[in-house]
Nanobody, 114 residues
Framework: VQLVESGGGLVQAGGSLRLSCAAS????????MGWHRQAPGKERELVAR???????NYADSVKGRFTISRDNGKNTMYLQMNSLKPEDTAVYYC?????????WGKGTLVTVSS
C-alpha cells in the first residue's frame, strides 16, 4: 500500500485547509485509516481515525474543528480542518492499517500563522 498526502500549506489562524490522502496498491485490504501529526520537538500524535465501517474518533484538541472522512470508491481519505490554530502547526501523516501492518505516507506540512 502506498499513501500520498496533499493539501498542506500556510494558513492564518482561524482559516481552513483540507488534506487528502490517496491510497494505491492493495487498498482492498485496508481496514482503519487515520491522520497523525508531529510538531517540531514533539512526538507523533493521533489526530483522527476512521474505521472501515466509518466510525470516527478524534483527539480532544481537534474535536469540533476537524472532520475525517473517506471515499472508498476513490481510495482517498480526507481531513477537513477548520478554525486552525498556531498549535496545529505540524507535519501531518496519513496512516492505513491492514491487520498487523501499519503503512505511512511521507507527510504534508501545515503551518498556521498567528
Amino acid at each position: 500500500v502506498q499513501l500520498v498526502e496533499s493539501g498542506g500549506g500556510l494558513v492564518q489562524a482561524g482559516g481552513s485547509l483540507r488534506l487528502s490522502c490517496a491510497a494505491s496498491g492493495s487498498t482492498f485490504s485496508i481496514n482503519a485509516m487515520g491522520w497523525h501529526r508531529q510538531a517540531p520537538g514533539k512526538e507523533r500524535e493521533l489526530v483522527a481515525r476512521i474505521s472501515g465501517g466509518g466510525r470516527t474518533n478524534y483527539a480532544d484538541s481537534v474535536k469540533g474543528r476537524f472532520t475525517i472522512s473517506r471515499d472508498n470508491g476513490k481510495n482517498t481519505m480526507y481531513l477537513q480542518m477548520n478554525s486552525l490554530k498556531p498549535e496545529d502547526t505540524a507535519v501531518y501523516y496519513c496512516n492505513a492499517v491492514i491487520p498487523g501492518i501499519n503503512y505511512w505516507g511521507k507527510g504534508t506540512l501545515v503551518t498556521v500563522s498567528s
